[in-house]
């Protein structure tokens, strides 16, 4: 099953190690603890919609430029599995 | 500031009126409870992500199609804030 939580955590870690940024300077930025943002990024936390916008603003990303990432992963995953039902 | 609770919540809500469905039915089929569903689809609660995989089955929708239309929403609503501010 493919989980919401997981597919944002993923795009956000993504975003930050591209920018070659640590957990601690953008937990900083968006003002939420570093536990937070490292649950968040794992896909163990579901991030609040308010602090979602703070980490997005702190990466320098818009909501909707993360979604469209997230969207992007949701739907391989699916048609990945998908293939894997076909073939079975 | 465009929230991805309100988005989901909208969109939810779209798709279950869509199908002439009412809150109860959707939330007997998604095993979950009308006040947890109402309240998801007025965007006052963050669905988890287990059971908005499961109200999504419910309406028989994907998580990545549902995805794909609060992206649209969210990039859209962002954009018309955009223009109010170039106006401003």
Do not use: F, H, P, W
């Not at 943002?37 to 702190?58: D, F, T």
């Amino acid at each position: 099953m493919v989980l919401l939580r997981e597919s944002v955590g993923q795009a956000l870690r993504r975003t930050r190690t591209e920018q070659s940024r640590t957990l601690r300077d953008v937990a900083r930025d968006a003002r939420v603890s570093l536990g937070y943002l490292s649950e968040v990024e794992r896909g163990q936390k579901e991030a609040s919609s308010e602090l979602l916008n703070s980490i997005c603003e702190a990466l320098g990303l818009t909501l909707g430029s993360l979604m469209n990432e997230v969207t992007l992963e949701i739907t391989s995953a699916e048609t990945a599995k998908l293939v894997v039902v076909d073939a079975a």
